[in-house]
T-cell receptor
Framework: KQEVTQIPAALSVPEGENLVLNCSFTDSAIYNLQWFRQDPGKGLTSLLLIQSSQREQTSGRLNASLDKSSGRSTLYIAASQPGDSATYLCAAPTDSWGKLQFGAGTQVVVTP | DGGITQSPKYLFRKEGQNVTLSCEQNLNHDAMYWYRQDPGQGLRLIYYSQIVNDFQKGDIAEGYSVSREKKESFPLTVTSAQKNPTAFYLC???????????FGPGTRLTVL
């Protein structure tokens, strides 16, 4: 069974620093890996989806990498801003129909 | 605007009552999902449906029931058999193949 882990559980950085968020998964035969953002009391917002055939995916200040051999994905957020404060979750499908296994998330605080 | 709606935003239930949470999508997605989120934990899958009139149990289906009579709608009933129903409930949808899941804003259920 796919297991997804995110370490650390919480992270605080000063504004302007680059953020590096880690995600580990146990089954390297994944279809894709997804990164989401969740603000307090809100639903999830999709940030990036990396297909299994890709090594990385970029959107604006966000860049996500995928290394299936080591079972790791990393989300980079360049030049962090206070508005980036949120919980970031990664998730990997457990089957071909898209059932997702989520990590517990990393809570990020960007201080002005 | 295309998207997923959930209602109500807040729901209070007395012991022994059944309650139904609504989830509607106009994205023309085939697959729909229900997740439960508890504080400090990742999302756990309750039920999912890949096509109309078909659904499967997720990891924590006990005490819950669903129906999928229309493509756009996937209501979740929390029955009195669910021992600890207080949680944040999130509905999501996607195309059939493993693809980006889009989430609704969530329903916070509290048992009084």
């Amino acid at each position: 069974k796919q297991e997804v882990t995110q370490i650390p559980a919480a992270l605080s950085v000063p504004e302007g620093e680059n953020l590096v968020l880690n995600c580990s998964f146990t089954d390297s035969a994944i279809y894709n890996l997804q990164w989401f953002r969740q603000d307090p009391g809100k639903g999830l917002t999709s940030l990036l989806l990396i297909q299994s055939s890709q090594r990385e995916q970029t959107s604006g200040r966000l860049n996500a990498s995928l290394d299936k051999s080591s079972g790791r994905s990393t989300l980079y957020i360049a030049a962090s801003q206070p508005g980036d404060s949120a919980t970031y979750l990664c998730a990997a499908p457990t089957d071909s129909w898209g059932k997702l296994q989520f990590g517990a998330g990393t809570q990020v605080v960007v201080t002005p | 605007d295309g998207g997923i709606t959930q209602s109500p935003k807040y729901l209070f239930r007395k012991e022994g009552q059944n309650v139904t949470l609504s989830c509607e999508q106009n994205l023309n997605h085939d697959a729909m999902y229900w997740y439960r989120q508890d504080p400090g934990q990742g999302l756990r899958l309750i039920y999912y449906s890949q096509i109309v009139n078909d659904f499967q149990k997720g990891d924590i289906a006990e005490g819950y029931s669903v129906s999928r009579e229309k493509k756009e709608s996937f209501p979740l009933t929390v029955t009195s058999a669910q021992k600890n129903p207080t949680a944040f409930y999130l509905c999501a949808s996607s195309y059939r193949e493993p693809d980006t899941q889009y989430f609704g804003p969530g329903t916070r259920l509290t048992v009084l």
